[in-house]
């Protein structure tokens, strides 16, 4: 089949109808599961979610709630055995198209990652090729997407290096991973992440694994890039703290679902469902009030554990930790509006 | 990157200096007088006095030692009792086989054995994974004696594409050698390649589980330049040292295939050796051996340098 034949069967099966013009990413009730011989984890169920041009959205829970794999059911990463089952990916090509992800070729999802898509990952000291210099792995980012020779590459991979505020970075290019702290390799993973002009750039993570002021130049970086470069960001995190910084929309995710949807102001001012509430309360901050002894008083932890993947309860997934739970919890529950551009998955709280 | 070389040469000539000075010890502790016992019953109590001071076996045995040693390191290695000539010059006449036979194995063992190692860790738990697994573990199982006679059997009796046995006439020219050096090579190959299925394909599924490898996917690239460009590199870590230890056992390991094949290489003079109690072709040969082993692991570190920046210096 040629090119030209493989991309017309694309846009027709991956139709892309349904994204407005100022959005890049339409995420619909999307359901991703990992399926084994005799049983089945439902991974990601009915999640949805938009992001418009140049904006920030947040995707916010705790260990184990499916933002990775959220994520990598956008690039197409999925590891084996799992699958999308249901739902649309919606992505604006930066030629002005939609494609729906889900249904594209495996050539186009190639030409799509790291050109329109690029992603950097939670872990900065496993995610660079220990045996290539950064220079070379960001090189092969441009030349893998951009008609370009080896100088050229080189050279702009050095621009990147110094955009990133990587110093000396004539000379780091051609440093091994190794030699590099673990925020240097972050800047590293961004300047590849960053080399091609992708419209969307997904960060899972990207500071969890850095201690706190590295985290908080990190965040500083990425604020600066995404208004010199124009891009959308998905940022994925659990941590309340770094939302509150960086996101313009939030959604919160527990156990697969999202359970809350809202701009950033909104849902720290007027949280919703009750997994936000208790998210907030634990939030870590500076002026928190001493006890007598001058320690810092306990952040409030949701008590209890999630439900198994594999064995769901038909209601409301939170039901079992949740302070103000009811007989009609166990019924299902759906996402639904509780005020502007707000949207909770706790029938009880919206009524409120 | 000096100091990691020389203190990898250091280390050579110390494991050098002690497999000599053990396979000193062993031939020392043979039962019997070596002069006697190659000299056979009928010999006169003069000759084996004689003898006994060629082979320097009437000094003290420290002075022994030192002369062994000062000989090797001169790169003498005695004269044989039988042939009457220097043992350098006996293995050298009977090293072209064996070195061929090992060479040739080794490379079409990784040649069976990389791709089907790649192939099945990517597509783990498939058919082509199981059937290639059991297939190694059969390859591993069956002796090599027996598959050199079954491919005899086969392919030169019946097909008749290779010679049955031997290394031509001594006017034969290096292709004719060669081809004579094929089926045995073919049969230590296959026997060979299992293990270094296995490691390969363990290696290959550790680093295709590894976030750099997720990485270079989201970069955007085919899947051929993930799996080789980036997985294998990472892969060829421990892959490259089983290679080098099938091949310092493949030198030993070639001995019986030498029979099989008739082949008059260094397997068949060190038997002959024994059976003649030729001593210091036995000690010489075993010291030839010694010494490759320790080449091959010099020549495995090298190859970590060169392949992994991580090496410390
Ligand atoms: N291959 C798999 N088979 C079964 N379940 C899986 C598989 N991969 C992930 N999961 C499950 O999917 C859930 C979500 O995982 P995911 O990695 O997306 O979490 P996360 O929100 O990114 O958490 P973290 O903050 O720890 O990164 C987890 O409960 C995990 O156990
Ligand atoms: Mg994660």
């Known amino acids: 089949m040629s090119r030209s034949d493989e991309a017309t069967t694309d846009r027709i099966s991956a139709n892309g109808q349904g994204l407005a013009p100022d959005e890049v990413l339409a995420v619909e009730r999307l359901s991703t599961h990992f399926v084994y011989k005799n049983r089945t984890a439902k991974v990601i169920r009915d999640v949805s979610f938009r992001l418009k041009k140049g904006r920030t959205l947040a995707i916010v829970g705790e260990s184990g709630s499916g933002k990775s794999v959220t994520s990598l059911s956008i690039m197409g990463l999925l590891s084996e055995p799992g699958r999308v089952v249901d739902g649309r990916i919606l992505y604006r090509l930066s030629s002005g198209e939609a494609v729906d992800l889900t249904g594209a070729s495996k050539r186009t999802m190639r030409r799509i990652r790291g050109r329109e898509i690029s992603m950097i990952f939670q872990e900065p000291m496993s995610s660079l090729n220990p045996l290539q210099t950064v220079g070379d792995q960001i090189a092969e980012m441009i030349w893998l997407h951009m008609a370009t020779n080896r100088a050229n590459a080189r050279k702009r991979a050095v621009d990147l290096l110094r955009l990133v505020e990587i110093p000396g970075a004539e000379r780091r290019i051609d440093d091994y991973p190794h030699h590099m702290s673990g925020g240097m390799r972050q800047r590293v993973m961004i300047a590849m992440a960053l080399a091609c002009d992708p419209s969307l750039l997904i960060a899972d993570e990207p500071t969890t694994a850095l201690d706190v002021t590295i985290q908080a130049q990190i965040l500083d970086l990425m604020r600066r890039l995404q208004g010199e470069l124009d891009m959308s960001i998905l940022f994925i995190t659990h941590d309340m703290g770094v939302v509150a910084e960086i996101a313009d929309d939030v959604a919160v995710m527990y156990a697969g679902v999202a359970v809350e949807q809202a701009p950033v102001r909104r849902l720290f001012d007027a949280p919703n469902h009750p997994y936000t509430r208790g998210l907030l309360a634990s939030i870590p901050e500076a002026n928190r009030e001493r006890d007598d002894k001058g320690q810092r008083v306990r952040l409030t932890a949701i008590p209890g554990t999630v439900p198994s993947l594999y064995d769901l309860p038909p209601g409301c997934p939170f039901e079992t930790r949740c302070a103000w739970r009811e007989e009609a919890c166990l019924e299902p529950v759906s996402l639904e509006p509780c005020g502007p551009d707000h949207l909770s998955r706790c029938w009880k709280m919206r009524q409120a | ?313």
Do not use: C
């Open chain 2, 1 to 313: 990157m000096a100091r990691y070389v020389a203190k990898r040469v250091l280390g050579m000539i110390v494991v050098m200096f002690i497999v000599l000075t053990t396979v000193f010890i062993i031939v020392r502790l043979a039962p019997g007088d070596p002069a006697s016992l190659m000299l056979g019953p009928e010999a006169t109590p003069a000759d084996v006095v004689a003898l006994r001071a060629r082979m320097g076996l009437d000094q003290p045995v420290v002075v022994q030692y030192f002369s062994f040693l000062g000989q090797i390191a001169t790169g003498n290695l005695g004269q044989s009792i039988f042939f009457n000539q220097p043992v350098t010059q006996v293995i050298a006449a009977r090293a072209e086989p064996t070195v061929l036979l090992t060479l040739f194995s080794i490379v079409i063992a990784v040649a069976i054995a990389l791709p089907v190692g790649i192939l099945s860790a990517y597509t783990r738990g498939s058919l082509f994974d199981q059937g290639s697994l059991s297939t190694a573990m059969l390859a591993a199982s069956v002796p090599s004696f027996w598959l050199g006679l079954i491919f005899q059997q086969y392919l030169a009796t019946g097909a008749g594409w290779f010679p049955v046995s031997g290394f031509g006439s001594p006017s034969a020219t290096f292709f004719e050698r060669v081809h004579f050096i094929i089926l045995p090579s073919i049969v230590l190959g296959i026997v060979n390649s299992a293990l270094i299925i296995r490691f390969s394909r363990a290696a290959m599924l550790d680093v295709l589980n590894d976030d750099f490898v997720r990485t270079a996917r989201a970069k955007g690239m085919s899947e051929w330049r993930v799996v080789i460009r980036h997985a294998l590199k990472s892969a060829l870590i421990p892959i490259v040292t089983v290679v080098g230890l099938t091949f310092a056992l493949l030198i030993s390991g070639a001995i019986v295939t030498e029979r099989v094949f008739n082949l008059p290489g260094l397997g068949s003079l060190v038997v002959g050796a024994v059976l003649r109690r030729d001593y210091p072709v036995i000690q010489g040969v075993l010291v030839v051996i010694a010494g490759l082993y320790v080449l091959i692991n010099f020549l495995i570190d090298m190859l970590y340098l060169a392949i992994d920046p991580r090496v410390k210096y």
